[in-house]
C-alpha cells in the first residue's frame, strides 16, 4: 500500500513542478503554524506571594504550570497540580501535597467570602503565615469558584477518588478493568499563559507627607500621625487589607480633615505641628517609614522630626472590636507629653465610651527579630517618643495579613468612635485641656466639627475597592495619587517620598506575573490514543479486506444476471458502505 | 490533543479515500490529473456558489434560535450548482460511465475533504484540548465520499438519454435527495435535537439507503442495456 502511495506522489511531482509548491509550501506553513488555545475554560488565578525581604526569599517561587489535574485523594501527586477547595482545605494535605512532590496547587477560594463559616475562615488565617514562612518551590495559585472550575474540581476529584480506590483495591480487579478505566477517565491540563516570575527592579514604594503648621512661636513641638496604606495576604492580589490598614488610614484622614478645620481659625490655631505621614511598605517591615526616618534625621538640616518631636501616633487596625491598645516599647515617663496623651486617652474612654476597654501594652523592641513588631518600633529605635494604637492587643493576629480582612471586617460604627476617642484625646493634649480644667467628658467634636460616618465608610470603601499589595502600588497607582489629592485637601506641603531598594544588597526584592490566565484543557490520557488507533486500525482493515473481497468477486459478477447483481452487493455494502461501488469498474 | 490524535482521525479521514482510489482500479486507468481537475472544478463551483449565496442571501437577521425554513431551503437549493459540476466534469471525461463516475466523484470528495476538513484537523485535532468532534468530522468524511459517489451516479444516470421510462422519477427522487440532504440534517437536527453522535448516525444511514438505492437502480440500468 505505501509502495502505491509513493508511486503516486512520484508521478505527482515528475509531472509538474509547481505542484511541488501547491503541495509544500502550504504544508511546510502549516507545519510552523503556533498551537492554538482553544480552552474548555479560562480562569483568573491569582498567585501566592513571591517576595524577598533582607536577603530571606518568602513565598514561591516558580510561575509556571502545565500539568495534570488532580485532588489529594489520588494515589499519586507527583507532577501534578493538586487543586482544593477553601471549605476542605487543610494544612495537613496541603503539606502532603506538597511533600509528595506536587507540580502545583491551586486553591478554590469561594465566590462569596463573607458565606465561608466563620471558624474555617479563622482557621485559613492562621495558616496564611505558615505557607508563606518557608519558600516553596512549585507555584501556588488562588482561583475564584465559578461553576465551571466547581465543574473541573467535581470530575477531577472523582477520577481522582476512584483512581485512589482502584489501585488501593488492586488485587480484587482484573488489570483490563483498570487499564479500561484509565484509558477512557477524563482528565485536565492544567495550562498558565504567563512566564515565569522575575524579579521587578526599581520597584519603588511611595509614601506621602502632609504637615499643619502650629501658630506661636519657633521651635513649636509637633506630633506625628502615622497609618500605613498597603495590605498583605497570601496573594497579593486578593488582598484588600480592610481593617489593616484601611481603617489606619481612614482614620488618619478623618483626623487630618478635623485638625485643619480647626487650624484654620486663629482662636483654634495650636502651638503644635501636626504631621502626617502614610507610609507605603508597611508590611514589609515598614520599608517607607525606615527611608522616611533616614531622609529626615540624617540627610537633612531642618526637618520637623529633628527637633522636638512630642510623640509620634501610628494607627494600625482600629476599625473593629470594642477594645483599645496602645502599644509601646517603653512605657512613657510623668510628664512627657506621651504620658499626657496616654492620660487623656484613659480619662476621655472612661469619661465618654465606658464600654471601650482601654489600655497600654508594653512590649520591647527585639532586635534579633526579621519583622518588626509596630510601626512604632521603626521610630523607637530612632529614638522618637512612639505608639501604636489599635484594637488587637498583639502584633502576631493572623488578620494584619490576610486575604479574609475584606471590607465586612471594618465597623463603620466601632471605626467612627475610635476616631472620635482618639480626636478627642489629641485635641485634650494640643489645647492643654485638661491643665485647664475642663472636664473629662466635654465633648468637643460635635454638630459641625463632628467624625463623619460617612467619610469613614466611603473611604473604607475605596481603599478596599482594589487590591493594595505593596507590589501592585507603583507611584502612577490611582490608590496613591487619590491619596495625595486627599491629603492636599485639608493639609499643606503634601510631598511623595519614594523607597527603592539598592541594587547590590537590596532590602526587599518583588516579583512579577502574580495574577495570571489559567487553562483547563480536557485531556485523555495516552493510552486512550492507542486504543483508538488500534480500534481506527481495526475499521480501516476491515474496510480494505471487504474492498478486496469485493474485487475479486469482480470477475464473478459478470456471469450474474443483472436481477442477482444487486442481491450480491447489497450483502456486502452491508458490512461497509463505501465500497459498494467498487463492484462497478469490471 | 496530541500529534498522535491528529494521526489517528488524519488516518480515520484519509485512508478510506486512498484505498478507494487504488482498488476502484482507477489508478489502472491512470486517472489521477483526471481527478485532480475534477476537484479545481468542485473548486471553480464552491467558488461561484459562494459568490451567488453572498449576492443574493444576506445574513439572516432573525432572532436567536429562529430557524428560516424558506432561507435555508432556497440557499440548499443553490448546491444545484454542485449536480452542474458534476455533469461538467463527467462530460468532459470520455469513458465508461463507471470511469466517469469514480473519477467525477473522487475528484470531488477529495477536494472537498483537502479544502474544508485537512485544516480544522489540524487545528483542532493537535491541540492540547480532547474534543470527540474531530473523530466524528474523519468519520463525516468517509460518509460524505460515499455521498458524493451516489450523487455522481444518479447524475450520470440522469443524463443519459436512453434512461428507460420508469426510471426516470426515482432517479429525478434521488437526485432531489442527494441536493437535499444536507438541509434535512439541518432540520432533522433543529427539530429532533439531536446529539452530534446521533447526527452521525442519521447522516450514516440516510447515505447509505441513498447509495443502495443509486447502486440498485444503476446495476439494473447497465445490465439491461
Same mark, same amino acid.
Given at each position: 500500500m505505501f509502495e502505491e502511495a509513493s508511486e503516486v506522489f512520484d508521478n505527482m511531482f515528475k509531472s509538474s513542478f509547481p505542484l511541488t509548491f501547491i503541495v509544500f509550501i502550504p504544508a511546510v506553513l502549516i507545519l510552523v503554524s503556533p498551537l492554538p488555545a482553544e480552552a474548555a475554560h479560562e480562569f483568573t488565578v491569582y498567585r501566592m506571594q513571591q517576595y524577598d525581604l533582607q536577603g530571606q526569599p518568602y513565598g514561591t517561587r516558580n510561575a509556571i504550570l502545565n500539568t495534570e489535574a488532580r485532588t489529594v485523594e489520588a494515589e499519586v501527586l507527583s507532577r501534578r497540580c493538586v487543586i482544593m477547595r477553601l471549605v476542605d482545605f487543610s494544612y495537613e494535605e496541603y503539606q502532603k501535597a506538597l511533600r509528595q512532590s506536587a507540580g502545583a496547587v491551586v486553591i478554590i477560594l469561594p465566590k462569596n467570602m463573607s458565606a465561608v463559616p466563620q471558624d474555617?475562615?479563622?482557621?485559613?488565617?492562621?495558616?496564611?503565615?505558615?505557607?508563606?514562612?518557608?519558600?516553596?518551590?512549585?507555584?501556588?495559585?488562588?482561583?475564584?469558584?465559578?461553576?465551571?472550575?466547581?465543574?473541573?474540581?467535581?470530575?477531577?476529584?472523582?477520577?481522582?477518588?476512584?483512581?485512589?480506590?482502584?489501585?488501593?483495591?488492586?488485587?480484587?480487579?482484573?488489570?483490563?478493568?483498570?487499564?479500561?478505566?484509565?484509558?477512557?477517565?477524563?482528565?485536565?491540563?492544567?495550562?498558565?499563559?504567563?512566564?515565569?516570575?522575575?524579579?521587578?527592579?526599581?520597584?519603588?514604594?511611595?509614601?506621602?507627607?502632609?504637615?499643619?503648621?502650629g501658630v506661636g512661636g519657633e521651635d513649636l513641638p509637633t506630633i506625628v500621625l502615622v497609618a500605613h496604606y498597603d495590605s498583605f495576604g497570601v496573594a497579593p492580589w486578593l488582598s484588600y487589607g480592610a481593617d489593616s490598614n484601611g481603617s489606619g488610614v481612614s482614620m488618619l484622614l478623618e483626623l487630618a480633615r478635623l485638625f485643619s478645620k480647626l487650624y484654620t481659625y486663629k482662636r483654634t490655631h495650636a502651638g503644635y505641628n501636626l504631621l502626617f505621614f502614610v507610609s507605603g511598605g508597611g508590611k514589609f517591615n515598614y520599608q517607607g517609614t525606615k527611608r522616611w526616618l533616614e531622609d529626615n534625621l540624617d540627610h537633612t538640616d531642618s526637618s520637623l522630626l529633628q527637633d522636638n518631636v512630642a510623640f509620634v501616633l501610628c494607627l494600625d487596625t482600629v476599625g473593629n472590636g470594642d477594645t483599645l491598645h496602645l502599644h509601646v516599647s517603653k512605657p512613657p515617663k510623668e510628664g512627657t507629653?506621651?504620658?499626657?496623651?496616654?492620660?487623656?486617652?484613659?480619662?476621655?474612654?472612661?469619661?465618654?465610651?465606658?464600654?471601650?476597654?482601654?489600655?497600654?501594652?508594653?512590649?520591647?523592641?527585639?532586635?534579633?527579630?526579621?519583622?518588626?513588631a509596630w510601626e512604632h518600633e521603626r521610630f523607637g529605635i530612632r529614638r522618637l517618643p512612639a505608639f501604636t494604637l489599635s484594637h488587637l492587643p498583639s502584633h502576631r493576629l493572623a488578620r494584619r495579613s490576610s486575604i479574609m480582612d475584606v471590607r465586612p471586617h471594618v465597623d463603620v460604627k466601632k471605626l467612627s468612635r475610635n476616631t472620635k476617642v482618639m480626636a478627642e484625646a489629641l485635641a485634650r493634649v494640643v489645647y492643654n485641656l485638661t491643665?485647664?480644667?475642663?472636664?473629662?467628658?466635654?465633648?468637643?467634636?460635635?454638630?459641625?466639627?463632628?467624625?463623619?460616618?460617612?467619610?469613614?465608610?466611603?473611604?473604607?470603601?475605596?481603599?478596599?475597592?482594589?487590591?493594595?499589595?505593596?507590589?501592585?502600588?507603583?507611584?502612577?497607582?490611582?490608590?496613591?495619587?487619590?491619596?495625595?489629592?486627599?491629603?492636599?485637601?485639608?493639609?499643606?506641603?503634601?510631598?511623595?517620598?519614594?523607597?527603592?531598594?539598592?541594587?547590590?544588597?537590596?532590602?526587599?526584592?518583588?516579583?512579577?506575573?502574580?495574577?495570571?490566565?489559567?487553562?483547563?484543557?480536557?485531556?485523555?490520557?495516552?493510552?486512550?490514543?492507542?486504543?483508538?488507533?488500534?480500534?481506527?486500525?481495526?475499521?480501516?482493515?476491515?474496510?480494505?479486506?471487504?474492498?478486496?473481497?469485493?474485487?475479486?468477486?469482480?470477475?464473478?459478477?459478470?456471469?450474474?444476471?443483472?436481477?442477482?447483481?444487486?442481491?450480491?452487493?447489497?450483502?456486502?455494502?452491508?458490512?461497509?458502505?463505501?465500497?459498494?461501488?467498487?463492484f462497478l469498474i469490471y | 490533543m496530541t500529534l498522535f490524535h491528529f494521526g489517528n482521525c488524519f488516518a480515520l479521514a484519509y485512508f478510506p479515500y486512498f484505498i478507494t482510489y487504488k482498488c476502484s482500479g482507477l489508478s489502472e486507468y491512470n486517472a489521477f490529473w483526471r481527478c485532480?481537475?475534477?476537484?479545481?472544478?468542485?473548486?471553480?463551483?464552491?467558488?461561484?456558489?459562494?459568490?451567488?449565496?453572498?449576492?443574493?442571501?444576506?445574513?439572516?437577521?432573525? @432572532? +436567536?434560535?429562529?430557524?428560516? /425554513?424558506?432561507?435555508?431551503?432556497?440557499?440548499?437549493?443553490? !448546491?444545484?450548482?454542485?449536480? $452542474?459540476?458534476?455533469?461538467?466534469?463527467?462530460?468532459?471525461?470520455?469513458g465508461k460511465g463507471e470511469y466517469k463516475i469514480m473519477v467525477a466523484a473522487m475528484g470531488w470528495a477529495t477536494a472537498e475533504l483537502v479544502?474544508?476538513?485537512?485544516?480544522?484537523?489540524?487545528? @483542532? +485535532?493537535?491541540?492540547?484540548? /480532547?474534543?470527540?468532534?474531530?473523530?466524528?468530522?474523519?468519520? !463525516?468524511?468517509?460518509?460524505? $465520499?460515499?455521498?458524493?459517489?451516489?450523487?455522481?451516479?444518479?447524475?450520470?444516470?440522469?443524463?443519459?438519454?436512453?434512461?428507460?421510462?420508469?426510471?426516470?422519477?426515482?432517479?429525478?427522487?434521488?437526485?432531489?435527495?442527494c441536493v437535499y440532504k444536507a438541509f434535512l440534517m439541518e432540520l432533522f437536527i433543529h427539530i429532533f435535537l439531536l446529539g452530534s453522535w446521533t447526527v452521525l448516525l442519521v447522516k450514516a444511514v440516510l447515505t447509505g439507503a441513498i447509495a443502495l438505492c443509486s447502486l440498485f437502480l444503476f446495476v439494473t440500468l447497465v445490465h439491461s442495456n
Open positions: 474555617i475562615v479563622q482557621q485559613f488565617m492562621e495558616l496564611e503565615p505558615e505557607m508563606l514562612a518557608t519558600e516553596t518551590i512549585v507555584p501556588i495559585y488562588f482561583a475564584m469558584e465559578d461553576d465551571e472550575l466547581l465543574s473541573i474540581y467535581t470530575q477531577t476529584l472523582t477520577s481522582s477518588s476512584s483512581q485512589g480506590s482502584l489501585s488501593a483495591a488492586e488485587g480484587r480487579h482484573s488489570s483490563a478493568t483498570v487499564l479500561l478505566h484509565t484509558a477512557t477517565a477524563n482528565g485536565f491540563q492544567m495550562v498558565t499563559s504567563g512566564a515565569q516570575s522575575k524579579a521587578i527592579s526599581d520597584w519603588a514604594i511611595t509614601s506621602l507627607e502632609g504637615r499643619l503648621a507629653p506621651q504620658y499626657s496623651l496616654l492620660k487623656e486617652l484613659e480619662s476621655v474612654v472612661a469619661s465618654q465610651y465606658p464600654e471601650v476597654k482601654f489600655s497600654m501594652v508594653h512590649k520591647k523592641i527585639n532586635l534579633a527579630d526579621d519583622m518588626l491643665e485647664k480644667g475642663t472636664p473629662g467628658d466635654l465633648q468637643i467634636f460635635t454638630e459641625q466639627m463632628q467624625v463623619q460616618e460617612e467619610q469613614l465608610s466611603a473611604v473604607v470603601d475605596w481603599l478596599t475597592a482594589q487590591p493594595r499589595a505593596a507590589q501592585l502600588l507603583d507611584k502612577d497607582s490611582s490608590v496613591v495619587s487619590t491619596l495625595e489629592y486627599h491629603l492636599g485637601h485639608y493639609l499643606k506641603d503634601v510631598k511623595r517620598h519614594y523607597v527603592k531598594a539598592d541594587k547590590r544588597d537590596p532590602e526587599f526584592v518583588f516579583y512579577d506575573q502574580l495574577k495570571q490566565t489559567m487553562n483547563a484543557y480536557r485531556v485523555k490520557p495516552a493510552i486512550f490514543d492507542l486504543l483508538l488507533a488500534v480500534c481506527i486500525a481495526a475499521y480501516l482493515g476491515m474496510m480494505y479486506l471487504a474492498i478486496q473481497a469485493s474485487q475479486n468477486s469482480r470477475s464473478s459478477l459478470h456471469d450474474l444476471t443483472p436481477t442477482n447483481a444487486p442481491t450480491h452487493t447489497l450483502i456486502s455494502s452491508g458490512a461497509e458502505k463505501t465500497d459498494s461501488y467498487e | 485532480v481537475q475534477a476537484g479545481a472544478t468542485y473548486l471553480f463551483v464552491q467558488l461561484c456558489k459562494m459568490l451567488f449565496l453572498a449576492t443574493f442571501f444576506p445574513t439572516w437577521e432573525g @432572532g +436567536a434560535g429562529v430557524y428560516d /425554513f424558506v432561507g435555508e431551503f432556497m440557499k440548499a437549493t443553490v !448546491d444545484l450548482a454542485d449536480l $452542474l459540476g458534476l455533469h461538467l466534469v463527467m462530460s468532459r471525461n470520455p479544502m474544508s476538513r485537512c485544516l480544522p484537523l489540524w487545528v @483542532g +485535532a493537535r491541540g492540547i484540548e /480532547f474534543d470527540w468532534k474531530y473523530i466524528q468530522m474523519s468519520f !463525516d468524511s468517509n460518509i460524505s $465520499l460515499v455521498h458524493y459517489i451516489a450523487m455522481a451516479a444518479v447524475v450520470w444516470m440522469f443524463t443519459r438519454y436512453d434512461l428507460p421510462k420508469s426510471f426516470r422519477l426515482p432517479v429525478t427522487v434521488l437526485l432531489a435527495l
